[in-house]
């Protein structure tokens, strides 16, 4: 399990998600792939909680968005994904996460 979180996010002051990703090891022990991710964020109002904001299962095969619910497996989303990616990678770039590694028991 990879943590990415920015540990000055907060609902007053904003900042980066939280992400979770989750990684598998394949049939070919030597290969990890991608089981989910899990973009978080402060929702609501008066008090706010931290909840999804996207999630992708490769595994599962679906993705789901907080606004727009359950997203098809089409050209839209795989553009939405690349997007995101390009971003999380110029996050990280940044320094912006704390991040921690935990084996998934």
């Not at 904001?53 to 839209?76: K, M, T, V």
């Amino acid at each position: 399990m990879l943590n990415f979180r920015d540990p000055a996010y907060s609902p007053e002051n904003g900042g980066w998600h939280p992400v979770e990703i989750r990684l598998f090891r394949s049939e070919q022990h030597d290969v990890w792939q991608l089981d989910y991710l899990t973009d978080f964020s402060w929702q609501g109002n008066p008090w706010p909680e931290l909840a999804k904001e996207f999630d992708i299962s490769w595994s599962q095969r679906y993705a789901w968005h907080c606004l727009i619910g359950d997203l098809p497996l089409n050209r839209e989303l795989n553009e939405f994904w690349t997007l995101w990616q390009d971003n999380f990678v110029a996050y990280c770039a940044m320094n912006v996460f704390a991040i921690t590694v935990s084996p998934d028991c």
